[in-house]
């Protein structure tokens, strides 16, 4: 099993830039996908960006492509999610979450640990 807490998160103005980390419990990081997800208000949960298990690959939703960068450290049993660039848009719970699929995941329903989620809070 594994135990995901994410940190990082506050109020930022429109332009800024924060980092979201992920910790992970457990000594089998490595062999999960890693996901961050993002869920606004009124809104359902939707996906932001996956790393796959070597950090070899990536991929982005379009809203979010050439601003943030999803990225890990094994050693560290961490995943991180740099965001620059924020616009009010992008105020939401963001979440981390594994998956042990061997690619990247992009649907919710393929994740199989989440964590408790960390504000973002963009102001105009």
């Known amino acids: 099993q594994v135990q995901l807490v994410e940190s990082g998160g506050g109020l930022v103005q429109a332009g800024g830039s924060l980092r979201l980390s992920c910790a992970a419990s457990g000594r089998t990081f490595s062999r999960y996908a890693m996901g961050w997800f993002r869920q606004a208000p009124g809104k359902e949960r939707e996906f932001v960006a996956a790393?796959?298990?070597?950090?070899?690959?990536?991929y982005y939703a379009d809203s979010v492509k050439g601003r943030f960068t999803i990225s890990r450290d094994n050693a560290k049993n961490a995943v991180y999610l740099q965001m620059n660039s924020l616009k009010p848009e992008d105020t939401a719970v963001y979440y981390c979450?594994?998956?042990?699929?061997?690619?990247?995941?992009?649907?919710?329903?393929?994740?199989?640990?989440w964590g408790q989620g960390t504000q973002v809070t963009v102001s105009s």
């Open positions: 790393i796959s298990r070597s950090a070899g690959s990536s």
């Open positions: 979450a594994a998956s042990r699929e061997f690619t990247i995941v992009v649907l919710t329903t393929l994740y199989d640990y």
